[in-house]
């Protein structure tokens, strides 16, 4: 737990230094809250038989929603977040695109404020999974062999899902931090990822390294362990947000001394009100997936739609 919470403040305590001045007591009226946004981002590349100095022709496309309904009445607060993304991306010589992008996700924070202060009892709850098969592929991606990709994710597998009892500390819906230290974790994923039969041997060698935890004939993992979440926007300028989101999880049942990260940094600049740049960086350690951080950046621009 005293890593999970030397993370956060690693992560977080900078940049409430910098939005402490701009960012005051929250004093949104009762009721709903809704806001979100649209954005479709393009990138392309393209060159002719003759162009020497080398390249393959490309386009990559990604679409993505963000949508954020929030609730206050007195001292209670709910904060809701729907993120939905997916891109892919086709160079000219290979048979199939690839995926640059694919997240379902949905957290959501409910708290009651102790005695007129920023702290608050909270429960959360968040779940997050992806639209379509992910494939881990072959060098020659245009062989007529039918086994030159593997599907190794699909949607629902894995699918994730943590809940439990904490305490919030909020500035407004724009800064705040949870800490949860009894959260419930369950990892969903297909059988047919996790199917060997009834052979020891095989059941044996499958546990040895099992799909996202989950070991064989199983489709489910139950963990029990502490989790942080924190969540600091801010305006760097004049038409250039920051969006940091940041979680953190250990599981008291099995090597609690690995901490599960995933960080995401959204970077926007807007152009108008339809125009904008979006630079995208999430860094994820689950030595249950990989035994190494797993690292995506992306960056494009494109048409952004908020309501």
Known sequence: MKKLLLLAVLFTAPLALIAQEEISKDTIPNGWTRSGNISLLFNQAAFNHEWTGGG?????G????NYDFNYKHDKLTWNNRFIAEYGLTKNKDDKYSRKTNDRLELNSILGREINESNWYYSFF????????SGYEFDKDLNQDDAGY???????????????????LWKKND??????????ARLIFVNKTFTDVGNDPVAIAAFNENPYFGVEANETMRFEFGASVSAYAKL???KNVSVENILNLY????????NVDIDYTMNLLLKVN????ANVAFQAIYDDNAVKGFQIREALGIGVTYGF
């Open 125 to 132: 709850l968040n779940f997050k999974t992806q639209f379509t």
């Open 235 to 237: 305006d760097l300028m």
């Open 56 to 60: 393959t022709s490309n386009i990559a």
């Open 149 to 167: 990709r593997t599907e190794v994710t699909k949607f629902m597998s894995p699918a994730y899902l943590q809940f439990g009892p904490g305490m």
């Open 62 to 65: 990604n679409l993505g929603l």
């Open 273 to 276: 009100d339809y125009i904008s």
């Open 174 to 183: 724009n800064l705040y931090v949870n800490i949860s230290p009894a959260t």
């Open 250 to 257: 250990t599981n008291y049942l099995e090597d609690p001394q």
